[in-house]
């Protein structure tokens, strides 16, 4: 297998940074409601991962950092951080990606949901958001860190259409009185569609040169996954890592949430999320 250093992975990525048309498009807020919270987007950052992305105007796009815990009960959820781009918008080549998060505590028992709606028109200001999905279940988890949603492993998904716009909600249910303090996070993704080349292409390739692949299409999602799955099987592999650094100081991960959390420092979770109980599906 070849190995891609860190320098490759990233000349890659601004070449691709090169050929893509990169628009910082009207900030979106959802149709359904959720709190506010200190997530500040800076905008006109440099990012080689902003998506030609123009949503209805309804404020921020997204959130990366939890929203509520200001009770005693959610506290410990304070640092619940999304691995997503800092314009919240992402792509994807597969129809039940994953999404990744940084749990700060070990959570068993406690419920998680997740609500995934779609854009039908993003090119008018009256678009709604319509719900195709919405769960909650529960992780295995015995140790803090960074675990994979795999929307596969949930039942009754049914999967990104290609050039959708998707918005995901993901909330802690660690306060059942006190919804409005639940932490919660949201992002977007879009689904691309690659020719009978590029799939073939992309079966015959593993470890880092599939990591390649997807920098150089810049899929965000996919490109995360390719990460954990080499980070969980390398971990004292130091080129890995130092491309895994640049990635998250790229975005401005590298120290994330409010307690500023070491995102290159925590491990994932091996497995597809750790997923020990699915609650309930719509």
């Not at 314009?87 to 990606?97: F, I, N, Q, V």
Request: charged share 20%.
């Amino acid at each position: 297998m070849v190995k891609t250093t860190p320098t490759i992975l990233w000349t890659t990525l601004l070449g691709a940074l090169c050929t893509q048309t990169i628009v910082w498009g009207s900030l979106v807020r959802p149709a359904i409601a959720y709190p506010s919270n200190g997530d500040v987007i800076i905008q006109n950052q440099p990012s080689p991962w902003l998506i030609a992305f123009d949503p209805p105007q309804r404020g921020v796009p997204g959130r990366r950092y939890g929203g509520g815990t200001r009770g005693e009960v959610c506290a410990d959820y304070a640092s619940l951080i999304s691995l997503i781009p800092v314009s919240t918008m992402g792509l994807t080549a597969h129809e039940k990606p994953q999404l990744f998060f940084y749990l700060p505590v070990a959570s068993r028992d406690t419920p998680i949901k997740l609500l995934v709606t779609k854009l039908p028109d993003s090119e008018s200001p009256e678009t709604e958001e319509i719900v195709i999905y919405r769960t909650e279940f529960q992780l295995d988890m015995e140790n803090p860190g960074i675990v994979g949603i795999d929307l596969a492993d949930l039942d009754g998904f049914p999967g990104l259409e290609v050039n959708q716009y998707y918005h995901w909600y993901l909330t802690i249910l660690c306060d059942p009185v006190n919804q409005s303090v639940n932490p919660i996070v949201d992002g977007w993704i879009k689904r691309i569609d690659l020719d009978s080349d590029q799939i073939q292409t992309l079966e015959g390739l593993n470890g880092s040169d599939r990591l390649k692949f997807y920098t150089e299409k810049t899929l965000w999602y996919d490109m995360v996954a390719a990460f954990s799955e080499l980070l969980s099987d390398n971990r004292r592999d130091t080129e890995v890592q130092q491309a895994w650094l640049e990635l998250l100081r790229s975005e401005n991960l590298e120290q994330a949430g409010r307690n500023q959390v070491r995102l290159y420092e925590q491990p994932f979770i091996p497995g597809s999320g750790g997923l020990r109980n699915q609650l309930r599906s719509d």
